[in-house]
T-cell receptor
């Protein structure tokens, strides 16, 4: 595709439910990142994939959060037993490779609201 | 760990005023430095970058110089326009490919 695509754009769920957020990166980009952004703050790193494997998952806040990228392209961020504090915009970004100077291309984000 | 600190906003300027948004960082190794911008209703996009000390990144009249001695990457523009109103994020990317962002500075330019 032309850019990074994230679906859904908005997700409203109830406390305790399970949600999946999808990211479709730019074709050919090997590196894929998930960030979380709360109002008035910058993107907070969650996890980064190089190909199919998670190169760094140190930002995942707890074991309710999990992400996969089984074929090295589309990625899914999964949140179990959602809590109100999980409400935020979840951003996905990709880059051609994980080189230091490579810029990130961001999707428009998924606004998650946990009621 | 790595961190980025940028000046708090919001910043309000009149058209054609001079802009500075301060950014300092803490990182091991030799990171690359970036400014991203988020216009109203749009996603984050790269504004400019610098990959080594003393490099100057520039785009759309904005400039920032990678200062290793002061660990800074301040954003400047000589004459802002109303269309520059946006949220600006300073970021670094380390040798492992991980990017860290500041909290953003909201700029409003009034005609």
């Amino acid at each position: 595709g032309a850019g990074v695509s994230q679906t859904p754009s908005n997700k409203v769920t109830e406390k305790g439910k399970y949600v999946e957020l999808r990211c479709d990166p730019i074709s050919g980009h090997t590196a894929l990142y998930w960030y979380r952004q709360s109002l008035g703050q910058g993107p907070e790193f969650l996890i980064y994939f190089q190909g199919t494997g998670a190169a760094d998952d140190s930002g995942l806040p707890n074991d309710r959060f999990f992400a996969v990228r089984p074929e090295g392209s589309v990625s899914t961020l999964k949140i179990q037993r959602t809590e109100r504090g999980d409400s935020a915009v979840y951003l996905c970004a990709s880059s051609l490779n994980p080189g230091t100077g490579e810029k990130l291309f961001f999707g428009s984000g998924t606004q998650l609201s946990v009621l | 760990g790595n961190s980025v600190t940028q000046m708090e906003g919001p910043v309000t300027l009149s058209e054609e005023a001079f802009l500075t948004i301060n950014c300092t960082y803490t990182a091991t190794g030799y990171p690359s430095l970036f400014w991203y911008v988020q216009y109203p209703g749009e996603g984050l996009q790269l504004l400019l970058k610098a990959t080594k000390a003393d490099d100057k990144g520039s785009n759309k009249g904005f400039e920032a110089t990678y200062r290793k001695e002061t660990t800074s990457f301040h954003l400047e523009k000589g004459s802002v326009q109303v269309s520059d109103s946006a949220v600006y994020f300073c970021a670094l990317r380390d040798n492992a490919g991980k990017s860290t962002f500041g909290d953003g500075t909201t700029l409003t330019v009034k005609p």
